[in-house]
C-alpha cells in the first residue's frame, strides 16, 4: 500500500540540538556570509550550445528552489515568531541564506549568456502546490524534502563538472546544503510538536506521495539538464531514493517512513539505509562541520551504490538515449501498486 506507515528502524536516537544552538549558528554564518564572491573573470569553454542550454536550464531549477525557500522562509518566520521568537529568527536568517544563493545565481546565469526563465510544466506544478500549503508542518515537511533532492543533485552535478565556475557555483550551494538540510529536520521536529494527532495520517499520505513525485520527477529534469550535468535517470531517481530514505530512517522520531516498495525498485531498503553508518548530509555533525563555510571541505557524491541498481550508469555514454516519460510511468506505476 502506498500510504502504509510502517515502523521506521533505526540502531540509534538522532542527535539533537536546542533551537538556541541553531541561531547562534545562522548568526555566525551570517556575519560572513557576504564575504564570498563568484570568480566570473574568465568565459566558460562549453563543449557545445546544447550544454550551455542545459546549464542554463539546471540552474534555473536552482535559482527556483532557493526563491521558494527564501520566500516560504521568510513568511513562515512571522507566523512562528509569535509563538517561538528565537525560532522565527532562525527561519528569518535560513531564508536570507537562500535570498544570497538566488543573488550568486542570478549573476552566475548572467555570466554564462542566460537569465531566470519561466519555469517548467513539472517544476511549475510542485512549487505552485508547494506555495499553497498553509499550515507550518506541511511547508516544513515539504520544504526539508526539496533540500534533500536539491543537494543530492549538487553533489552529484559535481562529479561531472570541469569548469571552474560551475564547480565554485555548485560547491557554494553542495556546501550551504549540509547545513540546510539538518536546520529543516530540526525546523520539522518543532513543528510537529504543535501538531494535532490528526494531522499525522495526512502528513503521512503527503510524505509518501511527494516521495514518489521527486523519484519521478527526476525524469523531467534530464530532458533538459541531462546535456550539462550528465546524470543518467536512474543515478538520479536511485540516488534522491537513498538519500530522501537515509534522512527519514535515521531521524526515525519523526515517524516518517520511506516506501520500501520504491526504494527496492532501486536496490535499497529500510534495514540497509539504517544500518549504514554514512550520515550523508542530513545529520547535525554535517551541520556542525559546515558552520563556518571557510574550512568546508565539499566532495562530489560517491557513486559507488551505482553498481547495486540494474544498470550500472558509470559505463554508459553521456549520449546514451534516454525515455524520460517511460521511465517516470514505471516508478509511479511500481508506487501505486
Request: with cysteine.
Amino acid at each position: 500500500m502506498l500510504f502504509a506507515a510502517p515502523s521506521p528502524i533505526s540502531r540509534k536516537p538522532p542527535v539533537q540540538r536546542p533551537t538556541s544552538w541553531w541561531l547562534s549558528m545562522l548568526r555566525r554564518r551570517a556575519e560572513r556570509m557576504y564575504d564570498e564572491e563568484l570568480d566570473l573573470s574568465r568565459p566558460i569553454p562549453w563543449e557545445s550550445e546544447a550544454e550551455r542550454q542545459a546549464a542554463i536550464a539546471f540552474f534555473n531549477a536552482a535559482f527556483r528552489a532557493e526563491e521558494s525557500g527564501l520566500m516560504q522562509a521568510h513568511a513562515l518566520a512571522d507566523e512562528v515568531g509569535r509563538w517561538d521568537p528565537e525560532l522565527g529568527e532562525c527561519l528569518r536568517l535560513y531564508g536570507d541564506e537562500e535570498g544570497w544563493h538566488r543573488e550568486l545565481l542570478t549573476k552566475f546565469l548572467a555570466h554564462i549568456g542566460g537569465e531566470v526563465r519561466p519555469m517548467g510544466r513539472v517544476t511549475g506544478t510542485f512549487y505552485r502546490l508547494y506555495g499553497r500549503a498553509k499550515r507550518v508542518e506541511t511547508i516544513v515537511l515539504t520544504n526539508l524534502m526539496f533540500e534533500t533532492i536539491g543537494s543530492t543533485t549538487y553533489r552529484l552535478a559535481l562529479r561531472e563538472a570541469r569548469y571552474p565556475a560551475v564547480r565554485q557555483m555548485l560547491t557554494i550551494l553542495t556546501r550551504d546544503e549540509s547545513f540546510h538540510v539538518p536546520l529543516n529536520v530540526h525546523f520539522l521536529r518543532e513543528a510537529l510538536k504543535r501538531s494535532p494527532p490528526s494531522m499525522r495520517v495526512r502528513l503521512r499520505a503527503i510524505y509518501t506521495t511527494l516521495f514518489a513525485a521527486l523519484l519521478g520527477s527526476a525524469a523531467a529534469s534530464r530532458r533538459r539538464a541531462f546535456a550539462f550535468d550528465r546524470i543518467p535517470f536512474r543515478a538520479l531517481a536511485g540516488a534522491y531514493a537513498e538519500h530522501l530514505g537515509r534522512l527519514f530512517v535515521h531521524e526515525s522520531d519523526l515517524d516518517f517512513a520511506p516506501p520500501e516498495l520504491l526504494l527496492r525498485l532501486f536496490g535499497h531498503s529500510r534495514r540497509a539505509l539504517a544500518a549504514s553508518d554514512d550520515p550523508s548530509a542530513v545529520s547535525v555533525l554535517s551541520a556542525e562541520a559546515a558552520v563556518d563555510r571557510e574550512r568546508v571541505v565539499v566532495t562530489a557524491l560517491d557513486d559507488a551504490w551505482r553498481a547495486r541498481g540494474p544498470r550500472d550508469a558509470r559505463h554508459a555514454p553521456s549520449s546514451a538515449p534516454l525515455d524520460p516519460e517511460r521511465e517516470m510511468a514505471a516508478v509511479h506505476r511500481q508506487a501505486l501498486r
